[in-house]
């Protein structure tokens, strides 16, 4: 150890060393930066060379200010170079271990320490007068002061003016502390003098009183005059001082006294650091059990950070428990900083403007630092996790924040970077830094974030034991944002699950089935957790949305035709929709044994408005070339014939121009539909219809090889393919938008097809979007040249609302009756509606291939119902009334609809018409061509509530004219009838299986399936009047039941578990009345049907509860009157002599019945008996309807 080394001979050393490694002492000048003009910030300890002035910063333990400036020998010490090879290096020492170049025999701690107590005592000798914090000082200059250190504030810089620090003392009893000042740049050497806990002596301190900025006031003792002194003494001496007699001290207070503030205990924490998990925030671990935060000790440094293995003592420390909200996992914590957490929580100790670190020990060796997380200030480390992470860093800084800010901001950075990051997912520093802003900013939406400026941080220490602001009261538990998986998102959703069950009106149908059985979670704001995803197209060509660990099929709800997000950007999801499809289907396997297919579909549907794009800078032109049209005012009125260049961006000038730009207008478009190529394999294609038009000025010229002449007056078809890596475009394409493409004329473009048909190819094709306005700087600019044409408006092109094409015989302008073969109507339509009904049945193959393969389909691509000859039955209804069309839809070639939910909302198009073979009627049928848009899945409370508009009420006798031959009850509109239950013929309630249909009693099933589900089924056939005639109503299911039998939902529930018991109950209302259920007479002699069914339902019967229906009085009807079809059959030879009669019967739409006369038969006829199918049942208010039907009257 005879070596001496200088400072400039350590900065040679490549690589880190150890007093022990290169057996020698260092020597230099111990110093303190204390100048702006400096290479290193004020209050940096450097070792200086004496012979070159060379300095290199040192990590110490403590220092003394006697010691400052001094030239010294440090016998044991580290040198540690955080990165190899470049200056980045520093020095470890203990000041035990620094001596003076003159005097080897005592460390200059040693020293400095005895020549305190000496200079001490001669003070206390000359029988100074020394006061504790607590007392009444009588003096405002020179006075004496001694106490503990109970807290040493930051060191205060600030550009252009002096630095200060304060140093809380208090006496023995740690109840009471005063401040004392340290001002001046010149009295930076005595920052780390002071020692938490130590006993000081001062002299001639000054009371002096200073302003924060928030306008108060603060009495402090400055150690600003030069003949201020200050030494450190022994805990005996301090007690000396304590007990001198109280008449030593003059009683006479000053004017001023030192602010006193209340302090509480002061409490340490010692540990060996056992990970550094992210030095430039501060971040470590301690005895592998808990985090330790320093990045609000102003004091720490991130350029010499601890290493592994130093042994540390806190002070003033916040100890907290971090939990994210709903106790989800952290990636902060989880996955950047790979710390366990607790049955608690997140273990951690926050520092704060009163922390302080007492280095214990230094590590032994000089081993390359090593951390969790990378660094970002490094020269090597240029990729984009040092650019986020440095983005993060002066954010945070920039802000202000406090510990709960930070960690809140921190854990926004875990989330993206370990989400789409990490995995490569995104690749762009640009796109994080907006996702990260954006996210942040909706985050700290309800929070407000507290500026701290020079003033404030004095306040903040001084007071800190009554309120710290940076972390909180003591023991805080302190909650974080959580941002969890989509898979934890998807399984939170799915345990809150719920019968996706609306009571809407207006279902018509003559059969009672039940309608695909769904499920429904709802996530928004009010949730404890956010978010997060990308939208991507999925190689079959459905949108998800996901993140880094799995995906969710996704339905984008939006009114509006164009796609309203775009695919490949982040998300912030504010509220979203969780459903599942109950798909399952009985199979048999053989003839005695029924089994069930558990087949089931989740997605989730969010509205356009509730996703916020979290890259939302629309002037980014370097990401993707645009267009952008001029003068796009007549677009959509005046025929388009062409576009021309405008203007090109310097940034484009490298644009391809071997080939032909085009651009494209989506006038149709048609789903994802199954295919099969020339072996028999199975892809996915999707067509969308569009108008071409040429680009003068762009590309290849008119004369090239394959050039595509179009003016936008024919239709071409575009096929994206999975074959040719497109399919993953289609949803861009929607009606209405306009596209550039670039490649169209290569010859393998075209397809044969009854169309100009062209298929998109990933490889050779670029799509580049048009927009008609300049979405960035650099867009390139087209001009369109119109004609003189205007545009006539195409009837099958505007979407129609239900109560538009309901009836027949009012069709909107444009829209015919005319038919071609086998009743199909000529024209397509679009149109809008609420989904009432959803229903499954059962229909005929119409390809053998893929319905052989329905359930391989359905799993694989999501193509078919999953089961083979299954269809969907749906009815939409008008929003505002209650007009109904009902569509049979095909989609066994087709994706599976997701979001056609009961209350949704929805837009069909190229729908097929159809009239009925034996009435004016028609239906819809949904083909492979029909594609199908999502605009709401949550219906409106007007459609909830059943207000629907322009609904006339009617008298019954306004159905039955008197004048024979003029009965007209063709007619399909909705009416109303103010009437009352006059007799129930037939009420039906029985337990259905769900699966085969047959009955279930007891909970089993009749056809012995194992494990299905059951539906109540509920038929009722009442004669209804309203006083001027009668009438036959048909009411189907158990909404509409229950409601004309007014019951409660107790009655309700014990008549289903009753007709459980029974499997089946039917009640006939003629004459007496009878209760009927599915027992024979030797089963039902065993006990009393009337006795159960008051035991059951709370002492009444179900003819009881019919009869009190009956006594109930009127209430409103919503019906259609219910045609009865019958096919004419030839008639043989004996019944040719009733013809003539038969004809005038039919003719004048006449009912025939027989009545006794004197003992014989004698036929008659009579007017035909209104019949009406009910679609809803309200109860009004009594005196608005008596007033109603009096005007009703008085018009007829």
Partial sequence: MANTLGVSDLKNYPYGTTHREAKAMISGILGVANSESGDYPRGTVLLVDTMTNDPIPCLVNRLRANVVNTPVIVKKWNLVNLQEGANSCHLEFRLEDVYRETSSKKSVLKEDLSGDWFLFNQTVKRKASYYIPGDHISLRENVYMAGIVHAISTLYVQPNKPAMFFVQMTSSTELKAINILFQGDGLIDYYRHFQIGGAYAFQNLCIETINSTDRNSLCVLTFGHKKAKCQSITYTQLQDICRMPASSISSNSSAEQPTLVDVHKHKTYTGTITRVIDSMFGIYELDRKIIISLFHLFSYSADMPFRIDTRVRLHHFHAVIVNPEDDETSYLFQHVWQVDKSDEGYLALAACFQSHVEILKFPKNHNVFEETTSRFFLAHNTDISAQIKLYVFTDIIRRKSTFQQLLRQLEVYAALTVKFIDTHIVADFSVFQRAYRTVRDQVFATTRTRVMQAGDMMNDFVLHDTVCVLVGEENLRVVIDAYPSLDRVKAKLECKLEDNHLDLAGGNTMFEKENVLVQRADYDQTAEYCILGMLQVSRDGRLYLMDNASR???????????????????????????????????????????????????????????????????????????????????????????????????????????????????????????????????????????????????????????????????????????????????????????????????????????????????????????????????????????????????????????????????????????????????????????????????????????????????????????????????????????????????????????????????????????????????????????????????PSPNVVSMEPARVKTRLISSFLNTDIGLQDLTGRQIFRLFCYIHAIINLTLKWECRDCGSIVRNKDCYGMCQGASRVFSAHALVQISDGTANANAGIDGERLVFRLLQLSSNQIDALKNLVLDYGQLTYGGWGAGKVTTMDDEEERMSYDPEKEQRNAMHGYTLEDLCNNAKRAGQFYLYGQVEQKTSRKRARDEEEEYELCTDDLVEQFQLRKFKISDNGSLLKTAELSKLRVKVVEITFPDAKAAAYEMLDALNQT
């Avoid at 164009?562 to 009985?586: C, H, N």
């Avoid at 370097?622 to 001029?630: A, D, G, Q, R």
């Avoid at 229909?843 to 119902?865: D, E, P």
């Fill in 552 to 938: 969710i099929l996704f339905v984008l709800a939006s009114s509006s035709s164009d796609m309203p997000a775009k695919v490949g950007e982040i998300y912030l999801v504010r509220r979203l929709q969780l459903f599942t499809e109950d798909l399952s289907f009985v199979e048999n396997e053989d003839e005695e044994f029924i089994k069930r297919k558990d087949l089931r579909l989740t997605y989730a549907v969010c509205q356009a408005s509730d996703l916020l794009l979290l890259d939302n800078d629309e002037d980014d032109g370097h990401k993707n070339t645009t267009f952008c049209l001029l003068e796009h005012q007549d677009l959509g009125t005046r025929k388009l014939d062409k576009l021309s260049l405008c203007h090109v961006s310097e940034n484009n000038h490298n644009l391809p121009k071997q080939h032909q730009y085009l651009a494209v207008h989506v006038v149709n478009r048609f789903p994802v539909e199954a295919c099969f190529t020339a072996n028999g394999s199975v892809y996915l294609e999707c067509r969308v219809v569009v108008k071409m038009y040429e680009i003068e000025g762009l590309g290849s010229s008119r004369s090239s090889p394959g050039f595509i002449e179009t003016n936008g007056s024919t239709d071409f078809v575009l096929v994206f393919s999975s074959l040719k890596n497109s399919l993953h475009l289609h949803l861009d394409f929607q009606v209405g938008s306009y596209w550039i493409i670039y490649g169209l004329d290569r010859p393998e473009s075209f397809i044969k097809a009854p169309r100009f048909a062209l298929t998109i190819d990933a490889d050779k094709h670029t799509v580049y979007p048009l927009s008609c306005t300049a979405a960035n700087s650099n867009a390139i600019q087209l001009l369109p040249h119109y004609s003189q044409d205007m545009i006539p408006q195409d009837p099958q092109s505007l979407i129609y609302t239900v109560s538009q094409v309901a009836d027949m015989e009012h069709l909107p302008a444009g829209l015919t009756t005319a038919t071609i073969a086998q009743h199909y109507l000529e024209q397509l339509v679009h149109v809008q509606g609420v989904v009432i009904i959803k229903r499954f049945m059962e229909g005929y193959s119409a390809h053998g291939t893929l319905n052989k393969h329905a359930f391989k389909l359905y799993n694989q691509l999501g193509v078919s119902t999953g089961k083979t000859n299954r269809k969907l039955f749906i009815q939409l209804r008008q929003p505002d009334s209650l007009d109904v069309i009902s569509i049979y839809m095909d989609v066994h070639k087709i994706h599976y609809p997701v979001g056609l939910v009961i209350g949704a909302t929805v837009t069909f198009r190229n729908l097929i018409r159809k009239k009925k073979a034996f009435s004016e009627e028609s239906f819809f049928l949904a083909d492979s061509t029909a594609c199908i848009q999502v605009n709401n899945t949550t």
